[in-house]
């Protein structure tokens, strides 16, 4: 299922061509099409969008009876994902890894090849999020509620990763 679940994440965030699909302007594909696309049947599909961990995935049924299913979030193909600017908590959190953190403290978080830089809503989630990177994790405090007086949008995605253009070094508090 996590195989299954990265092929999925590969198709709908960042190589559809890959796998033959054309998203819409929203990054939404026919199931169909990602069925055909990947090789596998609509009960495999099911599991992973029930039982994903992160509830990556999101299906629709169209105006036009169409079921179609996107990822929620972490694109780095073009997409518009309709998300509306949200209150954030007061702290969030970023899990990295202290091979890059001064390079962070110097010039804050990047959101790299992604569309945003994505925040956690606790230590836990974050520190997962940084042990993707491999070494020391480190975690750092998103003064949020300081960058959303100064002007900064945040959204929350539909899975509940927030998600900021950037976060400039002085909102952030080291490990
Ligand atoms: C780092 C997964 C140097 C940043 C996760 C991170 C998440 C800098 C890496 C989602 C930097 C980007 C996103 C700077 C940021 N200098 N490094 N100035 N600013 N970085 O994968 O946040 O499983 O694009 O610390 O769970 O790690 O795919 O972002 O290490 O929610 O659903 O640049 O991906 O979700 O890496 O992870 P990523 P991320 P999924």
Redesign the pocket.
């Known amino acids: 299922m996590v195989r299954v679940s990265k092929r999925m ?1 590969l198709a709908l ?1 960042h190589e559809p061509g890959r796998f033959g699909l054309v998203p819409d302007r929203a990054g939404w594909v026919p199931v169909d099409d990602l069925l055909a696309g990947l090789g596998i049947d609509r009960a495999t599909l099911d599991t992973v969008v029930a039982g994903n961990d ?1 509830q ?1 995935f999101a299906v629709e049924r169209g105006s036009d009876g169409v079921e179609r299913i996107r ?1 929620s ?2 694109h780095s193909i073009p997409v518009e994902l309709d998300l509306v600017p949200c209150v954030p908590p007061d702290q969030l959190y ?4 202290r091979s ?1 953190l001064a ?2 403290e ?9 569309h945003h ?4 809503v606790d230590v836990p ?1 974050a520190r ?3 042990a ?2 491999g070494g020391e994790v480190v975690v750092l405090t998103v003064d949020a509620a300081a960058m959303a007086r100064d002007g900064h949008l945040f959204y929350c995605s539909a ?1 509940g ?1 927030w998600l900021v253009d950037a976060v400039p070094p002085g909102y952030l508090a080291g490990p």
Do not use: D, E, P, W
């Open positions: 994440s965030r992160k990556r990822a979030q972490g970023h899990g990295t890894s890059v390079s962070i110097a010039t804050g978080l990047h959101r790299g090849s992604r830089v994505h925040l956690s989630t997962r999020v940084g993707r990177r899975n990763v």
